[in-house]
């Protein structure tokens, strides 16, 4: 069965220094989202994008945060200037319409 | 309680018993899924019920709709240790949106013991 890949599975960052996370969603699906979970917190949603751009976005994903599809296989999320606040999985997902598949997550840690 | 809020927090059974738990949501929605989280891993969807559905199965699985009460129950029948995990129900909700975001629930740990 197809899965969504994240890459990489752990990422250790200092303050203030941009991360880039990975994602190859599902090939044939069209809309794709990024989530975090804090450590034993529930998993939050952070943003949707679909035909190119952003669909929709929730409080956290403010100016630091951004997202890109620089070529057809790639999803990617940027944290310009990480807080150790940051510090969590991030999920990437991706759906042809309405279930969701998500990736195995990276855990980013904030030193 | 929070949009998508499940109980128990944490249930403990022997192999072999049925696990229910149960969730709550407060906001109208297109649809409710159940995802499952090994520790430390990643989300595996389970089921996924529409708003005008109240009861679905799959294999072992059963899950059942109560739009009028906001509240799902997810039913694991003959369950096995290997069913241990954490069980989170998810709702989408009604947005003007192409992509829909989930709202996820604290979730229930669920542990199977043999």
């Known amino acids: 069965e197809p899965e969504v890949t994240q890459t990489p599975s752990h990422q250790v960052t200092q303050m203030g220094q941009e991360v880039i996370l990975r994602c190859v969603p599902i090939?044939?699906?069209?809309?794709f989202y990024w989530y975090r979970q804090i450590l034993g917190q529930k998993v939050e949603f952070l943003v949707s994008?679909?035909?190119?751009?952003?669909?929709?976005k929730s409080e956290i994903f403010d100016d630091q945060f951004s997202v890109e599809r620089p070529d057809g296989s790639n999803f990617t999320l940027k944290i310009r200037s990480t807080k150790l606040e940051d510090s969590a999985m991030y999920f990437c997902?991706?759906?042809?319409?309405?279930?969701?598949?998500f990736g195995p997550g990276t855990r980013l840690t904030v030193t | 309680s929070q949009q998508g809020e499940e109980d128990p927090q944490a249930l403990s059974i022997q192999e072999g018993e049925n696990a229910t738990m149960n969730c709550s949501y407060k906001?109208?929605?297109?649809?409710l899924q159940w995802y499952r989280q090994n520790s430390g891993r990643g989300l595996v969807h389970l089921i996924l019920?529409?708003?005008?559905?109240r009861e679905k199965h799959s294999g072992r699985l059963r899950v059942t709709l109560d739009t009028s009460k906001k509240s799902s129950s997810l039913l694991i029948t003959a369950s096995r240790a290997a069913d241990t995990a954490s069980y989170f129900c998810?709702?989408?909700?009604?947005?003007?949106?192409?992509?829909?975001?989930?709202?996820f629930g604290s979730g229930t740990q669920l542990t199977v013991l043999p």
């Open positions: 997902a991706s759906s042809e319409r309405t279930k969701q598949y």
């Open positions: 090939s044939n699906h069209l809309y």
């Open positions: 994008f679909y035909n190119n751009e952003i669909s929709e």
């Open positions: 906001t109208s929605i297109n649809n």
């Open positions: 019920i529409r708003s005008n559905e």
């Open positions: 998810a709702t989408e909700g009604i947005s003007s949106g192409s992509a829909r975001q989930l709202t």
